[in-house]
């Protein structure tokens, strides 16, 4: 279970909740005491047509976050750095963060696979057809499936011919990054695919726009949808499953597999 801390005005779903440094800080310790394995913290909203940010201003976000989690000395857990620029990536790992999240693949800045190399750290590589700017203007596949499954092995064999053990490499079709609803609907239903790949899989489904349009209602609470497509997800083989609600789907899934729902 990967829990999200956005330290950020403008993300989609939690935006402005954790902006404090203490508020960021309480919301990952609860996380972890709820059950979450990996505190993923990001500076930078990667929403449909969120503003980017720049680089000072991101490590000006997570900076204080990771520092009081890591000098604490209450955070058992490892960090990610949800983040696509190599110096913000360079500051979190030097500060107590352990894997690095890029939703560009390792594609946006040159520099970023080779601290990934250097540091021996995890990576997780994400599919993003586009930008956030520009990912949700008219998404298109020939087979969203098969593309992605393409992309994902050839980021894969990529890693490792630069260096970056397959053991360290999770991978992420990208639900919600340049996809239509049923794009994502499609790629969930293929997550066996995916997995027999053979590294890690990751799926961030929480609370996104393809949730409230199956339900009927864009505005509709998107929890339960979320822990419905979290159970449907560790049923297909997904290691790991990023959510903002971490103790509801743990609970979610302590009873799925108490009930056979895993065997």
Request: glycine letters at 10%; proline letters at 4%; a negative charge.
């Amino acid at each position: 279970m990967m829990g999200i801390v956005n330290v950020t005005p403008d993300s989609f779903s939690d935006g402005g909740r954790h902006q404090q440094v203490d508020v960021a800080v309480a919301a990952a310790l609860q996380m972890q005491a709820d059950g979450a394995a990996i505190i993923d913290i990001g500076g930078e909203s990667t929403r449909p047509y969120s503003d980017a940010v720049d680089c000072q201003e991101e490590i000006d976000r997570v900076m204080p976050v990771i520092e009081k989690l890591r000098s604490s000395g209450q955070l058992t857990i490892p960090i990610s750095i949800d983040t696509s620029k190599a110096e913000v990536a360079q500051q979190a790992l030097d500060a107590g963060a352990e894997i690095i999240n890029d939703v560009t693949g390792l594609e946006g800045d040159p520099a970023m696979a080779e601290i990934a190399r250097e540091r021996g750290v995890g990576v997780c590589v994400m599919h993003m057809q586009g930008t956030p700017q520009t990912m949700q203007d008219d998404p298109s596949y020939d087979d969203v499936v098969a593309e992605i499954e393409h992309y994902l092995r050839q980021r894969l064999r990529w890693c490792e011919r630069i260096g970056i053990r397959r053991d360290r490499v999770c991978l992420d079709p990208g639900i919600g990054f340049g996809k239509t609803h049923e794009h994502n609907l499609m790629l969930l239903r293929a997550t066996g695919r995916f997995v027999q790949l053979g590294s890690p899989l990751l799926i961030g489904h929480s609370r996104k726009g393809f949730i409230g349009n199956r339900i009927g209602d864009k505005n509709a609470d998107r929890t339960a949808g979320t822990l419905g497509v979290s159970l449907a997800m560790a049923v297909a083989g997904a290691q790991v499953i990023r959510v903002h609600d971490v103790k509801p789907t743990v609970d979610a899934l302590t009873l799925f597999e108490a009930s056979g729902g895993l065997d």
